[in-house]
């Protein structure tokens, strides 16, 4: 009877003890990213952009136009976060011949869409992203930390592209202080964060 | 086995049961709250208005200012309510960024798609805009070989489709004069179905009425 009862109360501890296993098992890790998608990441960690100058001199930085060096040394400071802080290689090159990464500026009519990221594109084996900015006159790129209507950091949101760029979706998970990827803008876009480098160093080994 | 060694077993027994149950429990809530979000209303696919392309894709992801109407309220020329009556077909626009030549390869074509909609209910109006009247707006994208992709955060149409749209006309008069677009993108527009305005932010539906206010 003793020895029965005994391995009873085993039997009963790993089922509950797998019980609980499994439960904390298959709890969402809130602390990590939650969206994904395997289509948006290069398959090398090293890459190189093309930035158009002709490009980036419409956009209104600083409220004027054209100022190409300093729009470009904020553009620039995006990339910089992504290549100092996660396994990735980024840096620009002036050979832009064929199928490159390139960073320039484009005219759409919604204000609200102040940059985008395109998807990754496959063409003849070489894969590539542009990273557009918006020129419309009503955008109103500056370096104040900020990202409303009237006035928006080009640093912030290079660093969001950047994110974009790596591979990142929007990430709607965690709180304030956990990612630069949310939509729209936060003041959390002003520096790469921790989740975010742990989300992107697996896809770079 | 004495009963203490009994009454042990059994405390233990209730104890790691209620640990677990209750952990599986929560993950089960947790879960439940996930697919929650997930949409509940057909979203539309503009691919159908363009059978001979090889596709209407995505563009890419954006920075957004914002995703709410209100705070760009004042941009917005025209709130109504409307079915869709055509897609026109694409059209060519000239961006005027200079681009490098190696670079405008690989940007394809700028294009615009008209959107005509017909006018059932005006709420917000700078002009004189009636119902059974018909009002363009445009959606851009890129045309890239025989592939269409949208601006990120663009919203989609379908032929018949009951929309609730906030409206802007363009100040600038780059892609063509008045030219006029959905504010926000995807967040400037709601597809009406069974009797609540959904779009990208409202995917389990919102009232119709309170769609059509927040430009107020």
Same mark, same amino acid.
């Given at each position: 009877m003793g020895i029965t009862m005994t391995r009873i109360t085993q039997i009963t501890t790993v089922i509950t003890a797998l019980t609980i296993m499994i439960g904390f098992t298959a709890i969402p890790n809130v602390s990590a990213h939650s969206e994904d998608n395997p289509q948006k990441w290069f398959a090398s960690k090293t890459q190189s952009l093309c930035y158009a100058d002709t490009g980036i001199s419409y956009l209104k930085f600083d409220g004027s136009t054209p100022n190409t060096a300093a729009a470009k040394t904020q553009i620039r400071l995006g990339q910089s976060q992504m290549s100092d802080n996660t396994n990735m290689n980024l840096s620009e090159t002036t050979s832009c011949t064929g199928y490159k990464n390139w960073v320039t500026s484009f005219y759409d009519s919604n204000t609200s869409l102040a940059a985008y990221t395109t998807a990754l594109f496959t063409t003849s084996g070489t894969e590539y992203k542009l990273i557009y900015f918006n020129n419309n006159q009503y955008e109103y790129w500056v370096t104040n930390g900020n990202c409303s209507s009237t006035t928006l950091d080009l640093s912030n949101i290079s660093n969001h592209e950047f994110g974009h760029f790596a591979g990142m979706m929007h990430q709607t998970d965690g709180s304030t202080g956990h990612t630069m990827m949310r939509d729209p803008c936060t003041s959390d876009n002003s520096s790469i964060k921790s989740a975010d480098i742990s989300f992107v160093n697996p896809h770079y080994p | 086995?004495?009963?203490?060694?009994?009454?042990?077993?059994?405390?233990? #027994?209730?104890?790691?049961?209620?640990?677990?149950?209750?952990?599986?429990?929560?993950?089960?809530?947790?879960?439940?709250?996930?697919? $929650?979000?997930?949409?509940?209303?057909?979203?539309?696919?503009?691919?159908?208005?363009?059978?001979? #392309? $090889?596709?209407?894709?995505?563009?890419?992801?954006?920075?957004?200012l914002t995703t709410n109407i209100e705070d760009v309220k004042s941009q917005v020329q025209y709130t109504i309510r409307g079915t869709v009556v055509n897609i026109g077909k694409l059209k060519e626009w000239t961006d005027p960024t200079p681009q490098p030549d190696e670079l405008r390869k690989l940007m394809g074509k700028s294009v615009m798609i008209p959107i005509d909609i017909k006018v059932t209910q005006v709420k917000k109006d700078k002009s004189d805009l009636k119902n059974d009247e018909i009002i363009t707006v445009n959606v851009l994208g890129h045309l890239i070989e025989n592939t269409l992709y949208l601006n990120p955060n663009s919203p989609q149409f379908e032929i018949g489709e009951d929309?609730?749209?906030?409206?802007?006309?363009?100040?600038? $008069?780059?892609?063509?004069? $008045?030219?006029?677009?959905?504010q926000l993108g995807e967040y400037g527009k709601y597809s009406i179905q069974d009797g609540k305005a959904f779009n990208a932010k409202y995917s389990h539906g919102r009232d119709i009425a309170k769609a059509l206010d927040e430009t107020q």
């Open positions: - | 086995m004495t009963m203490n060694q009994n009454n042990k077993i059994f405390t233990m #027994l209730a104890i790691f049961s209620v640990a677990g149950i209750s952990i599986l429990a929560t993950n089960s809530l947790l879960t439940s709250t996930e697919n $929650d979000l997930s949409a509940t209303y057909i979203q539309s696919k503009m691919s159908k208005a363009f059978p001979e #392309l $090889d596709g209407v894709l995505d563009g890419g992801d954006a920075t957004m929309v609730v749209v906030h409206i802007s006309v363009d100040p600038n $008069d780059i892609i063509e004069k $008045d030219f006029k677009f959905v």
